[in-house]
C-alpha cells in the first residue's frame, strides 16, 4: 500500500512539475534598446531615435505598442510616436526609427527621452521604461572668415595670416587650430602647423600669424588648403570643425632691366626673366615721358622668355631736341643733360596659367655714357654751324672777286673810249 502511495505521488510531483516548466517557458520576454544618432545635435538640426525590441522569451509577444513618450520641450518630434508595434515570435527582433528636431532656442545640455513600451503576456499586460539621452551642443560658433594672402607665387616666403570668427555667444576654450597643404607645398618657418588658443570670447575675431615658405618647385594652380578647428564648448563636449581653403600658385614671373648700351640715337636694353617660370609673348614697351624720346617704335617684341634666361631689346632715341640750341654754354647744356635719369619701361606678357600681366620698372641711364651722347651731339652741332659759317664766307669772298674784276673791266672800257 505504502509503495502504491509513493508511485501515486512521484506521478503527480512529475505532472506538476510539467506544467509548471511549460508556463515557465511559454512566455514572451521583451527587451529594449534605445539609442540617439548623431551622438550630439546642434540647435536647429534633426536626429533620429532607434528603438530595438527583442523577444527573448519562448512565447510570442503581442499587443506591443508605445504608450507613452516623456520629453523636454526643446525635443520635437517629427509625428506621432505613440501607437501599436508589430507582434514579435519567440528569438525575433525588430528596429524602430523615431525623427525629431531641436529647437532652434535649445540650450547646450543633455535632455532625456524616455519610453514606455507595453507587451501582453498570457492574459496580463507588462511596461518596459526605457531612457535615452539626447546631447545639444552650441552653435558651431567657430569660423575661418579671410585668409590672406590668397594667392602666392613660387619661392617666395610671406606672412600668411588667419582669421576665426567666434559667432556664438558664448566663449569656447582650449581652441586648438592646424593646417596643412597636401604634398607640403606651403611650409611654416620658425614654428608648427598647429596653434592652442587657451579662449575665444563670444562675437570676437582672434588673428593667426605665421611665416610660410611656398616650395620653388611647386606647379602654377589652385592647391586645397586643410583646416582643423578642435575646441571645448560650454558644455564641456569637444567639438571638431574641418574644412578646406583653395589657395593660389600664380604663374607670375619678375624681370630686371638695365641699359646695355646707348649711343647718339639708339638704346640697347637688356631684359632678364628672374622669375620661377616661362614668360610668353614679351612686349617691352618704353612710354613717352620726358626723360627721353623715342624716334621710331616705342615697343619690341621678345617673343617667349624662359626662366633664367635674358634678350636685349633696341629702340631709336633722343635725349633731347638739338635742332635748335638755346642760347647756353656747351657745360650747362651737357650738365642739364647728364644729371642721372629713371627711364620707365613697360613689359607685358602672358604667364604660366594663361593670364595676361603687365609690370613696371625703373632703369637708371648711366650719366657717363649721357655725356658721351651729349658730347657728341654737340659737337656734331658745333661743326655744323662751323662748316656753314665757312661755306658763307667762300661765297662772299668769290662774290667780292667776281665784282672787282667786273669793276676792273667796266674802268678799262671807259678808258679806251675817252683815248
Known sequence: MKKLISIIFSILILIFSINLSKAVVSEPIIQA???????????????????????????????????????????????????DLSPLAPGDSAIYLFKFKVSENASPGLYTLTFYIEYSADSTTKTIRQNTIVSVQSVSALEVVSMSPNSLKAGEKVEMKFVIANKGNSPVNNVIFTWSSPGNFILPIGSGNRVLIPSIEGN??????????????????????????????????????????????????????????????????AIANTGAYTAYSVIVKIPQQSSLRV???STSILGNLNAGDYTIATFQVSLANFTNIP???????????TSERN?????????????RRSVQKEVTLIPGALAGTARTLLTQRSQEGILTSGIIYIVIGVVGIICIIAFLKLRKRFQRKKE
Open 343 to 355: 627711364l620707365l619701361v613697360e613689359i607685358s606678357y602672358t604667364d604660366a596659367l594663361g593670364i
Open 327 to 337: 642760347s647756353q654754354t656747351r657745360e650747362n647744356i651737357t650738365r642739364n643733360i
Open 204 to 269: 570676437s575675431n582672434y588673428e593667426i600669424k605665421t611665416e610660410v615658405s611656398v616650395s620653388p618647385s611647386a606647379s602654377p594652380g589652385i592647391y586645397p588648403l586643410n583646416i582643423l578647428i578642435q575646441y571645448t564648448d560650454k558644455t564641456g563636449m569637444n567639438q571638431t570643425i574641418s574644412s578646406v581653403a583653395g589657395i593660389e600658385i600664380s604663374g607670375e614671373t619678375d624681370f630686371d632691366v638695365s641699359m646695355e648700351e646707348m649711343t647718339t640715337n639708339s638704346l640697347t636694353l
Open 295 to 297: 624716334l621710331g617704335s
Open 33 to 83: 534598446t534605445l539609442s540617439v544618432s548623431p551622438a550630439s545635435i546642434a540647435p536647429g538640426n534633426e536626429g533620429y531615435v532607434q528603438l530595438v525590441l527583442k523577444n527573448s522569451g519562448s512565447d510570442v509577444a503581442t499587443g506591443i505598442k508605445i504608450s507613452q513618450i516623456s520629453y523636454d520641450k526643446s525635443i520635437v518630434p517629427s509625428g506621432s510616436w505613440v501607437g
